[in-house]
């Protein structure tokens, strides 16, 4: 099983600048890499996928990088309504595996 | 509108049995893999099983094998889990998820909004 490890876990980040969130692959999952953001009470929203497509409507502030096992989701100036929970999903074996989550808190 | 709506959750007791539906519309159902993942409380998110698009082949996660079932009605649009031999740590929410293209293996584009389930005595 391939073991995705975020860091960190909680990102504290004041609005407006930039935040950064890691995710690492345990072996490589080419480019087959996913970000999701999910506020409270929600379903996960689709952000990232390939590992820098953005999907249809997100904010072009948005952006991913990387590939085989280093990932990264990058918020160029957040807003009000980033500060959420982001997960990473590799879809490139089986089993289809998700990081433990990176909450982003307003600083 | 590409919509999945959950159905099905509530409280059972452990070694107890629950079925979970989930009603499609706005896209082909018969042309997309169908996946479940759940999320325990104040937990990430877990892969648990995905069906094909004709509903020939199943895939589970080792945590839920042997204890659930997925399928699907293509004439009713609706996905299915059956879920048995229910356990505490089988507590969470439960997606349906769409997949973004047709391979089996892709990122998740529509959620359903969740059904909760919580197995306790």
């Known amino acids: 099983e391939i073991v995705m490890t975020q860091s960190p876990a909680t990102l504290s980040v004041s609005p407006g600048e930039r935040a950064t969130l890691s995710c690492r692959a345990s072996q490589s999952v080419s480019s087959n890499l996913a970000w999701y953001q999910q506020k409270p009470g929600q379903a996960p929203r689709l952000l990232i996928y390939g590992a820098s497509t953005r999907a249809t409507g997100i904010p072009g502030r948005f952006s991913g990088s990387g590939s085989g096992t280093e990932f990264t989701l990058t918020i160029s100036s957040l807003q009000s309504e980033d500060f959420a929970v982001y997960h990473c999903?590799?879809?490139?074996?089986?089993?289809?595996?998700f990081g433990q989550g990176t909450r982003l808190e307003i600083k | 509108e590409v919509q999945l709506v959950e159905s099905g959750g509530g409280l059972v007791q452990p070694g107890g049995s629950l079925r979970l539906s989930c009603s499609v519309s706005g896209f082909t159902f018969s042309s997309y893999v169908m996946h479940w993942v759940r999320q325990a409380p104040g937990k990430g998110l877990e892969h648990i099983s995905a069906?094909?698009?004709?509903?020939?082949?199943?895939f589970y996660a080792d945590s839920v094998k042997g204890r659930f079932t997925i399928s699907r009605d293509i004439s009713k649009n609706t996905l299915y889990l059956q879920m048995s031999s229910l356990r505490a740590e089988d507590t969470a929410v439960y997606y349906c998820?769409?997949?973004?293209?047709?391979?089996?293996?892709?990122?998740?584009?529509?959620w359903g909004q969740g059904t909760m389930v919580t197995v306790s005595s």
């Open positions: 998820v769409k997949p973004l293209g047709r391979m089996i293996y892709d990122a998740f584009d529509i």
């Open positions: 069906i094909s698009s004709n509903g020939g082949s199943t």
């Open positions: 999903h590799q879809y490139n074996n089986w089993p289809i595996t």
